[in-house]
């Protein structure tokens, strides 16, 4: 199963519209709190990880914590997750 994180933003969108077997999680999903993160993707048991998550960068200026939050120590979750449990991790930035 193949994942994607930021599922309902442009990027997430186009993929899914590509590929329908594709589950699309989006700003519901929290890549911020790694144990709830942790605990959906365990559920799931995806063998791959696309890592769509970001906010754009007109939106950094105006909410530089939670652009930290999703950009940067999302992206480090995600990326622990994925090696600890030997997942596939594509990143698209």
Request: glycine share 6%; charged share 20%; net charge negative.
């Amino acid at each position: 199963m193949i994942v994607v994180i930021g599922g309902t933003g442009l990027l997430g969108t186009e993929l899914k519209s590509l590929n329908e077997s594709l589950v699309c999680l989006g700003s519901d999903f929290d890549i911020f709190e790694f144990s709830k993160l942790e605990s959906k993707l365990i559920e799931l048991k995806p063998s791959v990880i696309v890592n769509c998550a970001a906010l754009k960068s007109n939106v950094v200026d105006e909410k530089p914590l939670e652009s930290i939050n999703i950009n940067i120590i999302g992206s480090c979750n995600l990326s622990k997750f994925c090696i600890t449990n030997d997942i596939r991790l594509v990143y698209i930035s």
